[in-house]
């Protein structure tokens, strides 16, 4: 069983809809928790990077972490076609230094 | 701003070649890291370096071998090609150990 579950979608919404993107992760030691963007045959971009449990908001991007549930969600306010792409959450234990994918979600935002 | 610059974009190798892929981090960043990303899979990290110093590794293949040089530019060999090293090789850099900034990768082909 992979340490970060990440469902793959594709997930289809209409534009202007609010998206709900989730992983779940079983190492309790991981402490920082981020999503990337990306498009096809591009790098990933990061987007959010949050630590402990609680929110985070930049414009319409929302980073919610529950670390006593395992779980992390970003959510997308009015959601545009551009936003469509694969969303890869990533975490960190904060002692390695390197980070553990989800294995991404597809999403397709539609006029 | 200035991103992370990978080269070259492409590569075209035959089975049991040697390839060279070259990266060069963001202006002030200590650290590089080296994913590869299979086609619909999640990156999968490589190895990364610290001050020129090998910081951590992965699944890094015995025929792979990397550096990080004076100028703090990365280079990741690969010997031996096989079919399956055909993938998406990333670069990240970052300043802290967290916000890792991708670069937009090389698509090596192995036929």
């Known amino acids: 069983q992979k340490e970060v579950e990440q469902d793959p979608g594709p997930l289809s919404v209409p534009e202007g809809a609010i998206v709900s993107l989730n992983c779940t992760y079983s190492?309790?030691?991981?402490?920082?928790f981020m999503w990337y963007r990306q498009y096809s045959r591009k790098g990933p971009e990061l987007l959010m990077y949050?630590?402990?449990?609680g929110n985070k908001e930049d414009g319409r991007f929302t980073a919610q972490v529950d670390k006593s549930s395992k779980y992390i969600s970003l959510f997308i306010r009015d959601s545009q076609p551009s936003d469509s792409a694969t969303y890869l959450c990533?975490?960190?234990?904060?002692?390695?230094?390197?980070?553990?994918f989800g294995t991404g979600t597809r999403l397709q935002v539609t006029l | 701003a200035a991103g992370v610059i990978q080269s070259p974009r492409h590569l075209i190798k035959e089975k049991r070649e040697t390839a060279t892929l070259k990266c060069y981090p963001i202006?002030?960043?200590?650290?590089v890291y080296w994913y590869q990303q299979g086609p619909g899979q999640d990156p999968q990290f490589l190895i990364s370096?610290?001050?020129?110093?090998?910081?951590d590794k992965g699944s890094i293949p015995d025929r792979f071998s990397a550096q990080q040089f004076s100028d703090y530019h990365s280079e990741l060999n690969m010997s031996s090609l096989e079919l399956g090293d055909s993938a998406l090789y990333f670069c990240?850099?970052?300043?802290?150990?967290?916000?890792?900034?991708f670069g937009p990768g090389t698509r090596l082909t192995v036929t």
């Open positions: 990240a850099s970052s300043q802290s150990r967290y916000e890792q900034y």
């Open positions: 190492n309790s030691a991981f402490q920082y």
């Open positions: 949050t630590y402990s449990s």
């Open positions: 990533a975490m960190d234990t904060g002692t390695a230094s390197k980070l553990t």
């Open positions: 202006p002030r960043h200590d650290t």
């Open positions: 370096f610290y001050e020129k110093m090998q910081s």
